[in-house]
């Protein structure tokens, strides 16, 4: 465990090394770019060519090489001790025998769970066959008269139509004709109506 926490601390200090590193060296291009450019600047709108801001380039680095190292110092220090309290805290509860006693229970509840499918199945095929097959089958065979019922109705309706036929199209036809008659009375009202109303 030592061993890994201080292959860790190291991984943590080189991985903060290398980004402020980087940081600095940016950050010094971005100065001196800045600096040279307020200089150009500088000496267009005031005519002096030696104008001096007073920058202590030398000061600079090493304050920024002081923030460096302090902010390397504080990601390793506060690294280091997240990882100890983690530690800490994974001795303290007894990890190990915790993650021991989930997997033994994981492995009681999947025998469990096989131990009652070897005991169902053949418990529910012999319920269906003592119980539930009679019902099916009474279901099934009263299915089928239903549907012959329905399907000897609807031939029945069809012979019906078929002995019938002459006898609804004449009763049809006299309807017809009825209809007609009153039709010729009603338009002839009808027309007389509309006719005297037009004089």
Same mark, same amino acid.
């Given at each position: 465990?030592?061993?890994?926490?201080?292959?860790?601390?190291?991984?943590?200090?080189?991985?903060?090394?290398?980004?402020?590193?980087?940081?600095?060296?940016?950050?010094?291009?971005?100065?001196?770019?800045?600096?040279?450019?307020?200089?150009?600047? &500088?000496?267009?709108?005031?005519?002096? +060519?030696? %104008?001096?801001?007073?920058?202590?380039?030398? @000061?600079?680095? $090493? *304050? =920024?090489?002081?923030?460096?190292?302090?902010?390397?110092?504080?990601?390793?220090?506060?690294?280091?001790?997240?990882?100890?309290?983690?530690?800490?805290? &994974?001795?303290?509860?007894?990890?190990? +025998?915790? %993650?021991?006693?989930?997997?033994?229970?994981? @492995?009681?509840? $999947? *025998? =469990?769970?096989?131990?009652?499918?070897?005991?169902?199945?053949?418990?529910?095929?012999?319920?269906?066959?003592?119980?539930?097959?009679?019902?099916?089958?009474?279901?099934?065979?009263?299915?089928?008269?239903?549907?012959?019922?329905?399907?000897?109705?609807?031939?029945?309706?069809?012979?019906?139509?078929?002995?019938?036929?002459?006898?609804?199209?004449?009763?049809?036809?006299?309807?017809?004709?009825?209809?007609?008659?009153?039709?010729?009375?009603?338009?002839?009202?009808?027309?007389?109506?509309?006719?005297?109303?037009?004089?």
């Amino acid at each position: 465990m030592t061993s890994m926490l201080g292959k860790l601390n190291d991984m943590a200090a080189q991985a903060s090394q290398s980004f402020f590193e980087g940081l600095n060296q940016n950050l010094e291009n971005k100065i001196e770019e800045l600096k040279q450019k307020l200089l150009d600047y &500088a000496k267009n709108i005031t005519g002096r +060519a030696n %104008i001096d801001f007073g920058f202590d380039e030398k @000061a600079i680095k $090493t *304050n =920024l090489t002081k923030v460096k190292n302090d902010i390397i110092k504080i990601v390793k220090s506060w690294g280091t001790f997240v990882l100890a309290i983690g530690f800490k805290i &994974a001795d303290d509860v007894n990890i190990g +025998a915790i %993650i021991t006693k989930v997997t033994e229970l994981l @492995a009681a509840f $999947t *025998n =469990l769970a096989s131990t009652m499918t070897d005991v169902l199945i053949p418990a529910f095929n012999a319920f269906y066959d003592t119980g539930l097959s009679k019902m099916f089958t009474w279901l099934g065979s009263t299915a089928l008269n239903g549907l012959q019922l329905l399907i000897d109705t609807f031939n029945d309706w069809s012979d019906w139509f078929v002995e019938n036929q002459t006898l609804i199209l004449n009763f049809f036809t006299a309807l017809g004709t009825i209809f007609s008659s009153v039709w010729t009375v009603i338009s002839g009202k009808l027309d007389s109506s509309f006719g005297s109303l037009s004089e």
